[in-house]
């Protein structure tokens, strides 16, 4: 084997990722998954777009100013005011970066930006001289850089890199791109721009045709020194280059790609699990590596083959991600078995919380016997994330009614700000039912906008976990969860916590 490379991971999950429909966090959230990606230690955090929104800009400076290890980086356009606002949200870091782009490829050129390529390649020497007068570290992005005319690009990239451009991005932004015609672009720039070596090439891959992850690993294997992505693969339409599968890959075959990352592997699982849970885009169960089937064997010749010998038919081992096969709790498992469980799994509580957690679990090992890690995962996240703020909505009491010969009904009493209220409706089942009824309180401003339900694990008694997304009048999404051992009763718990936080939001 030769030299190993080091590959630096610049994770895009609170940008790029952010933008997925329906994945809006709050700054808390944003917060929390800041710390968990510099414990996963990423080289690089792209902590959102300052420029964007004001809520973007405070989130990025939070994160500068708590956050240590990775560089955190502010997305910006190639303009002056983009600029000054990312530098003024990343300076608060100790290891502060800009990311500036423009789109290099002549469909955008034409028809989104309007220029001619010269002044497309002066406004990218400027920005990057621009970014450059606060701070080293400097991205540079070309964006739709697989479908640009290739030796224009290349000039683009030779004039940012002499204004010091530390990382040069060559993003395929429409997940257009096959993986050798790509590897051969980063090919073609290492031959053809004179000097690269002053850079780190970077690649940005989205997954519209299932080939983000293959893209990515082929450049790699063609030069580039960084890659860029977020974590469960969540972004943009069909998202970005799952980090997790990217760094598997390099973890599992040195051999092949000879290269490897500053990555603590152990943290994979668990920041997995946070973002699932953070912005309610849950990871399908046959999803590569994080996925809940990833390491199950079901097969009777493959069981066989694995307790004879584990490498029959495993590559990676679930420790190796840090996922406990082992951890299941009964109703007498201790709370501190519970303790020393969530603490393995990277949570912070207080004593107060465990109290909760510890009883929530109790409850359901009553009744389901015992308790996977994937339901205490749930507990814990739910319990540790409820809103701070005391509700001011309360759901007094819950009726339904069905049947074969009965039509759907329910009785929602609730108490808001001291004041009772109560309704009923019918509908085309008792969830349909007891919405109506709640939409009779407060009014038809409210829309649902979507509506997931998950069994966590188990048979009819699995513990029901329900993420929703509830819009305003003025078309802001709330998004809400909850989890209940009844699925009627954890749906409209998740509907009386997006009530919760509209309300909270109009009273700020
Ligand atoms: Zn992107």
Known sequence: MGK????????????DGEQSPGATLTIDEKLKIAHQLAKL????????????????FKAVKLIAENVEGPYICGLSRAVKGDIQRAWDAV???NKPCIHTFVATSDLHLEYKLKKTRDEVLTMAKNAVKFAKSFTDRVEFSAEDASRSDKEYLAKVIEAVIDEGASVVNIPDTVGYGQAEEYGKLIEYLKEN???IDDAIISVHCHNDLGLAVANSLEAVRKGAGQVEGTINGIGERAGNASLEEVI?????RPEYYECDTNINVKEIYATSKMVAGCTGIQVQRNKAVVGENAFAHEAGIHQHGMLSNPLCYEIMNPESIGKQTEMVFGKHSGKHAIESGLKKLNYTFNEKQLNKITQKIKELADKQKTVLEEDIIAIADYELNKATKKPKIVLEELSVLSGNKLTPTAVVRINEDGKEKISSAYGIGVLDAATN????????????????????????????DVSLVLQDKDKKEYKARAIDQDIVMASVKAVINGMNKIKNSKSD
């Open 91 to 93: 300076k608060h870091s």
């Open 41 to 56: 230690n990423i080289d690089t955090m792209e902590a959102g777009f300052p420029f964007a929104s004001n809520d973007d």
């Open 193 to 195: 721009v004179e000097n």
């Open 4 to 15: 190993i490379r080091n590959i630096e991971i610049f994770d895009t999950t609170l940008r």
């Open 437 to 464: 009824a709640i939409r009779k309180i407060f009014g038809p401003d409210v829309k649902f906008k979507e509506y997931e339900l998950k069994a966590i694990t188990g048979g009819s008694n699995a513990l029901a």
């Open 248 to 252: 598997m890959n390099l973890k599992t």
